[in-house]
């Protein structure tokens, strides 16, 4: 078993690992492919994962937006409505936060990750709206709140019960699954399942694991994940703090450790990937020089909206020292990465290029 509130084994090689959750170590990700192995994909739980069996499992979706009473599906009635196969990052809203602290000196509270809760994986799974439609979804139905059958989160003294996320109806019948496989394999325990949505591009807590039932409203649902926690509070916002996050921003990073070892006089292919929630990454570029200068890095995979792009350049170090790499992707909406990001009190949503360190021996 791995550490509490993880069931899957977490190699030191494969994760940094902090409590209930598990961070991707991005130098185990050079020469694997466009989706993260599953056993390298980072874990982020508000408490533990729960083992369910699918056969006993059963969704309820029920509410005022809905045409009748509450439906159940069992596993196999999921696994009977047409399936989708699709590819998709899921991130978490917090990744990079420790860069807030580490870059720029502010203070933020939060999980501290560097830029591993991010991973690429093909999900498949029913089309939410098939469900919602085949539960008898009305015309009224203005938000779908998705429950997970995870314990209850508790914290600094405070019981805010089982996780739970409102979605516009606007994007549930756009481009969400209710999946129930990971790259091929039926979900692991840690990853949701018997089913999770995948929400693609949105903040990580849409894409909620382990649904035990959704509920179909014809008001706005609220729920601490969208009033509490997942806005940005703090001096640059207003007291409420922003609207729900929504849309994930632009990031990158090399697939190298942190203190990384470089032969001077020789030359390096250095690798990374770069995504945004924001539409599909049409530019890399990178700086090894601080960002005196920059040099547009070769894409790998053509921009796709909800997918990263791998990426890759050259580099040619001379003098012995330590150094410090930079990517900086822009995506098609024309959003950059930029060198510092607005703070904000717990910490979401560090998009600012971020300076990684490495040794040239
Ligand atoms: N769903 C439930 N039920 N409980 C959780 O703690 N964490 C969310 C989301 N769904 C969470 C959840 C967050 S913050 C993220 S980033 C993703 O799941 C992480 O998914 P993963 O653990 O499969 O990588």
Known sequence: AGKPG??????????????TNAETNWAALRGTGYHTPVDRFFVRNHTSTPVLDPARWRLTVWGGGLRGRPVEFSYDDLRSLPAVTSSACLECAGNGRSYYGSQQGDRVTGTPWTLGAVGAARWRGARLSD???????????????????????????TDYGHVRRPLPVAKALDDVLLAYEMNGR???????????????????????????????????????????????????????GSAPLTRQPVRSAFEAAPGAAFAAGRGHRLTGRSWSGGGGVRRVEVSTDDGASWREARLHDAPRPGGWVRWSTHWHPREPGPARLMARATDTSGATQPLRSVPNDQGFFFDAVVRHPVRVV
């Open 6 to 19: 993880i069931v899957k084994p977490l190699p030191a090689e494969l994760f940094t690992v902090r409590d």
């Open 131 to 157: 469900v919602l439609r085949a539960a008898g979804l009305s015309r009224r139905a203005v938000d779908v709140m998705p429950r997970g059958l995870d314990p209850a989160y508790t914290a600094g003294g």
């Open 186 to 240: 039926p979900l692991l325990p840690d990853h949701g399942c018997p089913a999770r949505l995948v929400v693609p591009s949105w903040v990580g807590i849409a894409s909620v694991k382990w649904v035990g039932d959704i509920e179909v409203s014809d008001r706005p649902l609220f729920s601490p994940w969208n009033t509490v926690f997942y806005r940005l509070f703090g001096s640059a916002y207003p007291p409420g």
